[in-house]
């Protein structure tokens, strides 16, 4: 059982926007900022948003991130075929002598 | 540029223990934290500990003090997880993740090693 919430899925057509949500907690999402990662079949996955909204570089421009109070939320704009993948929110918990919180993935499908 | 590499898949009966390895290059060592996290098949991320690589302090998830060590060896640039009285629901990949603090842990994880299959089966 994930400590923060996602959902199982998401899909869209090519060149639409998907967002994925990402529920948590004061402890969590609240206290803390939030990361997103991506993950393909069979490989590491890589880390895609950073601090609520920063995009390491290499990262397209059309992948956003927001948090607002327990909630953050992952945007992908324009969507393509190669963003089929599974992403997760991740943050970091206060309470048990703090620890990495992950969310449950969300798988995302280009129609 | 900076990489982890993991040893390779392993194979182990229930109770058994094992140990898996994470090469650090490309970066200076002792600078960051390296996370160990686990993926069960079918399954999402879960957390499982980490280590300071400069003075070896390490902490690891309630679920799983007493049963994991993270140890490192300076000169290696390497990390280790132990993890003992495995049982089949410890079958998963296995990933060390390099976070970007040198003291304090964040969920701020980059590179990621390759992996490390593990699966515990009679």
């Known amino acids: 059982q994930s400590v923060l919430t996602q959902p199982p899925s998401a899909s869209g057509t090519p060149g639409q926007r998907v967002i994925i949500s990402c529920s948590g907690s004061?402890?969590?999402?609240?206290?803390?900022?939030v990361n997103w990662y991506q993950q393909f079949p069979g490989t590491a996955p890589k880390l895609l948003i950073f601090?609520?909204?920063e995009r390491p570089s290499g990262v397209p421009d059309r992948f956003s991130g927001s948090k607002s109070g327990t909630s953050a939320s992952l945007a992908i704009s324009g969507l393509q075929s190669e963003d089929e993948a599974d992403y997760y929110c991740a943050s970091w918990d206060d309470k048990l002598s703090g620890s990495c919180v992950f969310g449950s993935g969300t798988t995302v499908t280009v129609l | 540029q900076a990489q982890l590499l993991q040893s390779g898949a392993e194979v182990k009966k229930p109770g058994a223990s094992v140990t898996i390895s994470c090469r650090a290059s490309?970066?200076?060592?002792?600078?960051?934290?390296i996370h160990w996290v686990r993926q069960a098949p079918g399954q999402g991320l879960e957390w499982i500990g980490w280590?300071?690589?400069?003075?070896?302090?390490?902490k690891a998830s309630q679920q799983f003090q007493g049963r994991v060590t993270i140890t490192r060896d300076t000169p290696a640039t390497t990390v280790y997880m132990d993890l003992i009285s495995l049982r089949s629901e410890d079958s998963a990949v296995y990933y060390c993740?390099?976070?970007?603090?040198?003291?304090?842990?964040?969920?701020?994880?980059?590179?990621w090693g390759q992996g490390t299959l593990v699966t515990v089966s009679s």
């Open positions: 490309g970066y200076n060592f002792p600078s960051h934290i």
């Open positions: 004061s402890s969590n999402i609240g206290n803390n900022p």
């Open positions: 280590i300071r690589t400069d003075n070896g302090r390490a």
């Open positions: 601090s609520n909204s």
């Open positions: 993740a390099r976070d970007r603090d040198a003291n304090w842990p964040t969920n701020w994880f980059d590179p």
